[in-house]
């Protein structure tokens, strides 16, 4: 169950630097992510399924269960 992983993930802007601890999804990947500072609309790098995959400090709730993702 999803009880004992993090559900919370820091996103860094690759653009600004900007970080802000966000709510992650349970079931679903987020694709795009809009920076609140500098308004830069993140997407995932090749070979990251979500925004927080390849921003976040914390993968999202799929990869942390060793799921495929979305």
């Known amino acids: 169950m ?8 820091e996103i860094t802007c690759p653009n600004c630097g900007h970080k802000k ?7 679903a990947c987020q ?9 830069n ?3 995932p790098l090749e ?3 979500c925004v ?3 921003f ?3 993968a999202c709730p799929s990869i942390q269960e060793k799921k495929d993702c979305c």
């Open 2 to 9: 999803l009880k004992s992983k993090k559900l919370k993930s």
């Open 21 to 27: 601890e966000e709510d992650m999804p349970k079931d």
């Open 31 to 39: 694709f795009f992510y809009e920076c609140e500072n500098c308004k």
């Open 41 to 43: 609309v993140l997407r």
């Open 47 to 49: 070979g990251d399924c």
């Open 56 to 58: 976040g400090t914390v």
């Open 52 to 54: 927080y995959c390849s």
